[in-house]
């Protein structure tokens, strides 16, 4: 069965940093690319970040580029989403996906997470 799951996720003080990490079972990441969403409550999910198969090329929404870095590691298959400088406003359950092949952020993914819950307080 082919599946992701995130961890990482916690409370923290605005201000602070999680690491976010995206494992695969099922499945080698190898040709995958990988992206990062998360859902506020009451607010619509929303791209976070994403990065290619071989890592070459990643994105990031405005509202992170900075604070955020996504990198992964084909040898333990794993994707993390370094946070750095949280504000509240990024309180949010946070999600990853994959799909097969490297055609950008915004195409459908075909597998996703059950998702960690990020909490920053002010």
């Known amino acids: 069965q082919l599946q992701l799951m995130e961890s990482g996720g916690g409370l923290v003080q605005s201000g602070g940093s999680l690491r976010l990490s995206c494992s695969a079972s099922?499945?080698?990441?190898?040709?995958?690319?990988i992206g990062w969403f998360r859902q506020a409550p009451g607010k619509e999910r929303e791209g976070v970040s994403c990065?290619?198969?071989?890592?070459?090329?990643?994105n990031y929404s405005d509202s992170v580029k900075g604070r955020f870095t996504i990198s992964r590691d084909n040898t333990w298959n794993t994707v993390s989403l370094q946070m750095n400088s949280l504000k509240p406003e990024d309180t949010a359950v946070y999600y990853c996906?994959?799909?097969?092949?490297?055609?950008?952020?915004?195409?459908?993914?075909?597998?996703w997470g059950q998702g960690t819950q990020v909490t920053v307080s002010s």
């Open positions: 990065i290619s198969s071989s890592g070459g090329s990643t």
């Open positions: 099922g499945f080698m990441m190898d040709y995958y690319t």
């Open positions: 996906a994959a799909y097969y092949g490297d055609s950008g952020c915004s195409r459908p993914y075909d597998f």
